[in-house]
């Protein structure tokens, strides 16, 4: 009997097996956020040690604090390739997770940062040829002069993700605005005409606020295309200014979906 | 021979040579002084109003005053104009658009233009050693 049993278990766990490895494995944001919060941590560590080995190697200049500096300096550098490596894995996820931006910009912002993981995998492959002080400096200069453009597509995709945060609304605005726009057509009958010149009036209104939260995003999303600087300020600098328009659309749309309620509030009587 | 008698005359009165000693004035006349001076006109003055002021504080009784009776207000509550609610409010097509516009509202509310999550992380780029 204990046999008879044991094999049914084994029957049913082999049956299980490719169904539970059928299941595809996908890490969310939150996974990537927490790994890219503790690479974040590691990278934290070994720059300190890494300043501090430099700090008695040109001090002392003697062959052990060299060696140690080699050492440490390798270390921070594998380990500053794989932050940004986890950063951009966070971006890439938090893209997939989107459900706002069309296909064809999406896949603009992955192919940005598909070719920033291809540079730092590359970055990271040289890095085995490190043999002295100067290599690790030579290898660092191949970063620092990539790394506006990788700081520009990194700028870039956050506000593509934000952009696509905003467009999930836009297109529950977008049907909302159109079932009122039928119910007011179908009801126009019904009303007076000075009450229906109220509720054409509230829907002129609430189609002005579409098309100047429109012209807000057409603006950011020009900039955005563009996006490229010589210092990280410059590409700050204008980060914060489409941040700033997207928080005027979001105010537009706002406002819109508020006389949205209030054309909602008018139809529901009668006067 | 009569000597003659000399008699010395007699020495002449040595008067001590005393300096010039104000003499103190008399009670009198020192109050004469104080009292033409500004300030003996100053105090009369502070004087007189604090003394009007004692006199005149001393109210006379008045009648006792008549309360006035003050109205009191009956509240009545402004009606709530009754509305027709349109054939259209009840349908379900009507309540249901209300309240995904209602959740639109609080959605578009509650959402965050800049996700601290997203900042980039800072790096220190150049390695610090010097060239060669």
């Not at chain 2, 349109?86 to 800049?114: C, H, K, P, Y």
């Given at each position: 009997?204990?046999?008879?049993?044991?094999?049914?278990?084994?029957?049913?766990?082999?049956?299980?097996?490719?169904?539970?490895?059928?299941?595809?494995?996908?890490?969310?944001?939150?996974?990537?956020?927490?790994?890219?919060?503790?690479?974040?941590?590691?990278?934290?560590?070994?720059?300190?040690?890494?300043?501090?080995?430099k700090?008695?190697?040109?001090k002392?200049?003697?062959?052990?604090?060299?060696?140690?500096?080699?050492?440490?300096?390798?270390?921070?550098?594998?380990?500053?390739?794989?932050?940004?490596?986890?950063?951009?894995f966070?971006?890439?996820?938090?893209?997939?997770?989107?459900?706002?931006?069309?296909?064809?910009?999406?896949?603009?912002?992955?192919?940005?940062?598909?070719?920033?993981?291809?540079?730092?995998d590359?970055?990271?492959?040289?890095?085995?040829?490190?043999?002295?002080i100067d290599?690790?400096?030579?290898?660092?200069?191949?970063?620092?002069?990539?790394?506006?453009?990788?700081?520009?597509?990194?700028?870039?995709?956050?506000?593509?993700?934000?952009?696509?945060?905003?467009?999930?609304?836009?297109?529950?605005?977008?049907?909302?605005?159109?079932?009122?726009?039928?119910l007011?057509?179908?009801?126009?009958?019904?009303?007076?005409?000075?009450?229906q010149a109220?509720?054409d009036?509230?829907?002129?209104?609430?189609?002005?606020?579409?098309?100047?939260?429109?012209?807000?995003?057409?603006?950011?999303?020009?900039?955005?295309?563009?996006?490229?600087?010589?210092?990280?300020?410059?590409?700050?600098?204008?980060?914060?200014?489409?941040?700033?328009?997207?928080?005027?659309?979001?105010?537009?749309?706002?406002?819109?979906?508020?006389?949205?309620?209030?054309?909602?509030?008018?139809?529901?009587?009668?006067? | 021979?009569?000597?003659?008698?000399?008699?010395?005359?007699?020495?002449?009165?040595i008067?001590?040579?005393?300096?010039?000693?104000?003499?103190?004035?008399?009670?009198?006349?020192?109050?004469?002084?104080?009292?033409?001076?500004?300030?003996?006109?100053?105090?009369?003055?502070?004087?007189?109003?604090?003394?009007?002021?004692?006199?005149?504080?001393?109210r006379?009784?008045?009648?006792?005053?008549?309360?006035?009776?003050t109205?009191?207000?009956?509240?009545?509550?402004?009606?709530?104009?009754?509305r027709?609610?349109?054939?259209?409010?009840?349908?379900s097509?009507?309540?249901?658009?209300?309240?995904?516009?209602?959740?639109?509202?609080?959605?578009?509310?509650?959402?965050t233009?800049?996700?601290?999550?997203l900042?980039?992380?800072?790096?220190?780029?150049?390695?610090?050693?010097?060239?060669?």
């Amino acid at each position: 009997m204990r046999i008879f049993l044991s094999f049914v278990f084994i029957f049913i766990a082999f049956l299980a097996l490719p169904l539970l490895l059928a299941l595809p494995a996908h890490a969310t944001s939150q996974q990537a956020y927490q790994d890219y919060l503790y690479q974040f941590d590691l990278y934290r560590q070994t720059n300190t040690d890494f300043q501090v080995a430099k700090n008695e190697y040109l001090k002392f200049k003697s062959l052990t604090s060299q060696a140690t500096a080699l050492i440490k300096t390798k270390t921070m550098l594998a380990q500053r390739n794989e932050l940004l490596r986890a950063y951009l894995f966070l971006l890439n996820e938090k893209l997939n997770e989107d459900r706002g931006l069309a296909g064809t910009e999406k896949q603009l912002y992955q192919t940005l940062i598909a070719n920033e993981v291809t540079f730092l995998d590359a970055h990271k492959d040289r890095m085995s040829s490190i043999g002295s002080i100067d290599d690790t400096v030579t290898v660092s200069r191949e970063l620092e002069s990539h790394y506006m453009i990788l700081y520009a597509s990194m700028r870039q995709t956050v506000i593509g993700i934000m952009m696509g945060d905003l467009a999930v609304l836009t297109q529950r605005f977008d049907t909302a605005h159109s079932a009122a726009q039928s119910l007011v057509n179908i009801s126009r009958g019904t009303f007076t005409p000075q009450k229906q010149a109220t509720l054409d009036r509230w829907l002129l209104q609430i189609a002005n606020k579409r098309s100047l939260y429109q012209q807000k995003i057409e603006t950011i999303r020009s900039t955005n295309n563009q996006l490229k600087g010589n210092y990280q300020e410059e590409i700050d600098r204008n980060f914060q200014t489409m941040q700033k328009d997207a928080a005027e659309a979001k105010q537009y749309l706002s406002e819109g979906t508020s006389n949205l309620m209030e054309l909602m509030n008018a139809v529901r009587y009668q006067d | 021979m009569e000597v003659p008698i000399i008699t010395n005359p007699p020495a002449p009165q040595i008067q001590p040579d005393i300096p010039h000693v104000p003499q103190a004035p008399s009670t009198a006349e020192n109050l004469r002084q104080k009292l033409r001076s500004p300030w003996a006109g100053i105090a009369a003055i502070i004087a007189i109003l604090v003394i009007g002021s004692l006199i005149f504080s001393v109210r006379r009784p008045t009648a006792p005053s008549v309360l006035i009776p003050t109205p009191t207000t009956t509240i009545y509550p402004t009606p709530t104009p009754q509305r027709t609610p349109s054939v259209i409010a009840s349908q379900s097509a009507f309540i249901s658009l209300d309240a995904s516009i209602q959740t639109l509202a609080n959605d578009i509310g509650t959402l965050t233009i800049q996700d601290p999550s997203l900042s980039p992380p800072v790096l220190d780029l150049p390695l610090g050693y010097p060239s060669n």
